[in-house]
Nanobody, 123 residues
Framework: QVQLVESGGGLVQAGGSLRLACAAS????????MGWFRQAPGKEREFVAA????????YYADSVKGRFDISRDNAKNTVYLQMNSLKPEDTAVYYC????????????????WGQGAQVTVSS
């Protein structure tokens, strides 16, 4: 079992930055592929970013490429999502997720989920 807790959400103006953190407990994070997903009001949850076990492979949704940066610190059992140049359309609840297999963008392939962190970007 892996327990995930997100933090760092909040309200920011368009063009601003936020950094989300996802702290893991239970199984060691170094054995988990990690992903970030988000769900805006009235929309389905969508993929944002993913990072491989070693951190060498990164995937990003086209909508955040060049603005968001996913990273991990296995010693701290924490994954981060640095969000820059935020836009109102980035407003959503952001979830981190973990799986024991290879990196993927597919939500259904992730086994463990956090409770979510609200990010609101005002125009």
């Amino acid at each position: 079992q892996v327990q995930l807790v997100e933090s760092g959400g909040g309200l920011v103006q368009a063009g601003g930055s936020l950094r989300l953190a996802c702290a893991a407990s239970g199984r060691t994070l170094s054995r988990q592929t990690m992903g970030w997903f988000r769900q805006a009001p009235g929309k389905e949850r969508e993929f944002v970013a993913a990072i491989s076990l070693s951190g060498a492979t990164l995937y990003y949704a086209d909508s955040v490429k060049g603005r968001f940066d996913i990273s991990r610190d296995n010693a701290k059992n924490t994954v981060y999502l640095q969000m820059n140049s935020l836009k109102p359309e980035d407003t959503a609840v952001y979830y981190c997720a973990a799986r024991g297999g290879t990196i993927t963008t597919l939500e259904r392939n992730y086994d463990y989920w956090g409770q979510g962190a609200q990010v609101t970007v005002s125009s």
